[in-house]
């Protein structure tokens, strides 16, 4: 079954330095997303793409943050410089379609712990 | 305002015991979408069902069942007999028709099931 890969898995990295989560959504897929889940929390949205640019950003979603299709397959979000608060599980997401019924396919996860 | 709660944080059983996990949500729209994923300990999400607004048909997947209720917005997930493998956390999420074209699926946070052999 087609899944969506995440790399790292676990990355552990100083405050202030920048991270980038890197992602491969399923191959005929359009849509992509990020979620965030801090530790015990609920999962939150972040950022949804299409067509190379940003369809719609959470509040969650500041200046520090951005995501990026480099090439035909990666999808990536990057953080500029990391706060002890984005420490959290970070899901990435992609989709065929887009409506309200959209099921999204999660990948496992990449942990970011920033010290 | 949209929002999914899920009252029981976490839930312990004995295995073959049924359990109910409880799912109610606020929506404005008429048009929406609900549903279940799993996040077993290796802590993937995994989809397991997606129900829309217009169809309140209960639905039953082997021991999974599904019962939605739009009269008190509550979208819940029973498991039949539970086995040591159904412990995971298990989260509700709503998707309008609007802000879910969007992909911004609104999730509770979660309820904690442990099922002990």
């Known amino acids: 079954e087609p899944e969506v890969t995440q790399t790292p898995s676990h990355q552990v990295t100083q405050m202030g330095q920048e991270v980038i989560l890197r992602c491969v959504p399923i191959?005929?897929?359009?849509?992509f997303y990020w979620y965030r889940q801090i530790l015990g929390q609920k999962v939150e949205f972040l950022v949804s793409?299409?067509?190379?640019?940003?369809?719609?950003k959470s509040e969650i979603f500041d200046d520090q943050f951005s995501v990026e299709r480099p090439d035909g397959s990666n999808f990536t979000l990057k953080i500029r410089s990391t706060k002890l608060e984005d420490s959290a599980m970070y899901f990435c997401?992609?989709?065929?379609?887009?409506?309200?019924?959209?099921?999204?396919?999660f990948g496992a996860g990449s942990r970011l712990t920033v010290l | 305002a949209q929002k999914v709660t899920q009252a029981q944080t976490e839930i312990s059983v004995v295995e073959k015991e049924d359990v109910t996990l409880d799912c109610v949500y606020e929506?404005?729209?008429?048009?929406?979408?609900l549903f279940w994923y799993k996040q077993p300990p290796s802590g993937e999400l995994v989809f397991l069902i997606r129900?829309?607004?217009?169809?309140?048909q209960n639905e039953i997947s082997g021991r999974y069942s599904w019962n939605f209720q739009k009269s008190t917005s509550s979208f819940n997930f029973t498991i039949t007999a539970s086995q040591v493998v159904d412990s995971a956390v298990y989260f509700c999420?709503?998707?309008?028709?609007?802000?879910?074209?969007?992909?911004?699926?609104?999730f509770g946070k979660g309820t904690k099931l442990s099922v002990k052999p």
């Open positions: 997401a992609s989709s065929r379609g887009v409506s309200g019924a959209n099921v999204l396919t």
């Open positions: 191959s005929n897929h359009l849509y």
């Open positions: 793409f299409y067509n190379n640019e940003i369809s719609e």
């Open positions: 929506t404005r729209d008429t048009t929406y979408y």
């Open positions: 129900r829309n607004s217009f169809d309140e």
């Open positions: 999420a709503l998707s309008e028709e609007l802000r879910g074209s969007q992909g911004n699926l609104i």
